[in-house]
């Protein structure tokens, strides 16, 4: 089975989503930006389970966006794609906050504890702190 290496740059999903014309070829795009973040090794089998688990779709769907093989795409299930995106990006983006957090923790400075605390509010700005339930991504359909 092939590892899944998939680092997309704001850029390159802005290209990739926007200059389509293909609305298949925007869904692939989408449903692979929903099982971000990939972990290292991660297996193509898994990245579209998660990707099927954010969007509500059924898995075999799920497989047929991402391969490209849909011959069309619902109005409803576009929208899930993209909500279940935007939210992948936020977890993204959520992650590499923790991490920064975890490198500061290390730095006993008064600075380092301010940073700490900018990140944590961050964090909960977001609606992802500690104490914040992990919500699914399509809950904002």
């Known amino acids: 089975m092939p590892y899944l290496n998939m680092t997309l740059h704001l850029s390159e999903r802005t290209t990739s989503s926007l200059t389509s014309d293909n609305s298949s070829?925007?869904?692939?795009?989408?449903?692979?930006?929903?099982?971000?973040?990939?972990?290292p090794g991660d297996q193509v089998?898994?990245?579209?389970?998660?990707?099927?688990?954010?969007?509500?779709?059924?898995?075999s769907r799920t497989r047929d966006i991402w391969y490209g093989d849909a011959r069309r795409i619902e109005a409803w299930e576009m929208e899930r794609l993209v909500a279940a995106a935007d939210a992948a990006e936020v977890d993204t983006a959520v992650a590499g906050i923790e991490a920064a957090r975890r490198c500061l923790q290390a730095l006993p400075s008064s600075l380092s504890c301010e940073a700490i605390a900018s990140l944590d509010r961050t964090i909960s700005i977001l609606g992802r702190g500690p104490d914040a339930p992990r919500r699914r991504n399509t809950d904002r359909l």
């Open 25 to 39: 070829e925007r869904a692939a795009a989408l449903a692979k930006r929903c099982s971000q973040p990939c972990p």
């Open 45 to 59: 089998k898994a990245a579209i389970g998660r990707a099927a688990d954010r969007t509500g779709l059924p898995i």
